[in-house]
T-cell receptor
Framework: DQQVKQNSPSLSVQEGRISILNCDYT??????FLWYKKYPAEGPTFLIS?????DKNEDGRFTVFLNKSAKHLSLHIVPSQPGDSAVYFC?????????????FGTGTRLQVTL | DTEVTQTPKHLVMGMTNKKSLKCEQH?????MYWYKQKAKKPPELMFV???????INESVPSRFSPECPNSSLLNLHLHALQPEDSALYLC?????????????FGSGTQLSVL
């Protein structure tokens, strides 16, 4: 049972445009959400996070939005750059908030084209 | 130094071999993790060490044996593996496993079991 779902396995966006990556979750105990980026032959790297007490968190070109009632979060990248081409994983942690309880989604491969 | 270093990067082994994967971090993190990732799947947690003690074992078969010699090092000893154990093995660390700390991942060891 996949508790964190990324329904789009891939996404192609033109350079300069907005990339929107979506993530849905089913466990209402999830309290903390993170996005990781992964390049080929490298481990995932932390990108941005959001706590359930917020509905938006921004860091430069990256913004994460959380809609708790819909159990949905999204990552916006504006403007998209070719270096953003990677696999993006959404991850969620329960109310008890332990790093060891992270559940990852299946990932969305973003391709930013020239 | 914000790196988690894993060796080797690639490993091919037979089902009767014994091998070890190594992981090192010098960020002073007190929690270290082993994850397994199959192609097009999310990372799955295997083990968590907290303050050099095994705190979580996610029902991993005994042919995988973790070891934490000190706070900077984490090993995964492999013995009598099966072909279905072929995967990317990721090591990660965090400040503490009991808070919402972001994980720092290594680049992984791509393991093939013949």
């Amino acid at each position: 049972d996949q508790q964190v779902k990324q329904n789009s396995p891939s996404l192609s966006v033109q350079e300069g445009r907005i990339s929107i990556l979506n993530c849905d979750y089913t466990n209402s105990m999830f309290d903390y959400f993170l996005w990781y980026k992964k390049y080929p032959a490298e481990g995932p790297t932390f990108l941005i996070s959001i706590s359930s007490i917020k509905d938006k968190n921004e860091d430069g070109r990256f913004t994460v939005f959380l809609n708790k009632s819909a159990k949905h979060l999204s990552l916006h990248i504006v403007p998209s750059q070719p270096g953003d081409s990677a696999v993006y994983f959404c991850a969620a942690s329960p109310f008890t908030g332990t790093a060891s309880k992270l559940t990852f989604g299946t990932g969305t491969r973003l391709q930013v084209t020239l | 130094d914000t790196e988690v270093t894993q060796t080797p990067k690639h490993l091919v082994m037979g089902m009767t071999n014994k091998k070890s994967l190594k992981c090192e971090q010098h960020m002073g993190h007190r929690a270290m993790y082993w994850y397994k990732q199959k192609a097009k799947k999310p990372p799955e947690l295997m083990f968590v060490y907290s303050y050099e003690k095994l705190s979580i074992n996610e029902s991993v078969p005994s042919r995988f044996s973790p070891e934490c010699p000190n706070s900077s090092l984490l090993n995964l000893h492999l013995h009598a593996l099966q072909p279905e154990d072929s995967a990317l093995y990721l090591c990660a660390s965090s400040q503490d496993h009991a808070t919402n700390e972001k994980l720092f991942f290594g680049s992984g060891t791509q393991l093939s079991v013949l």
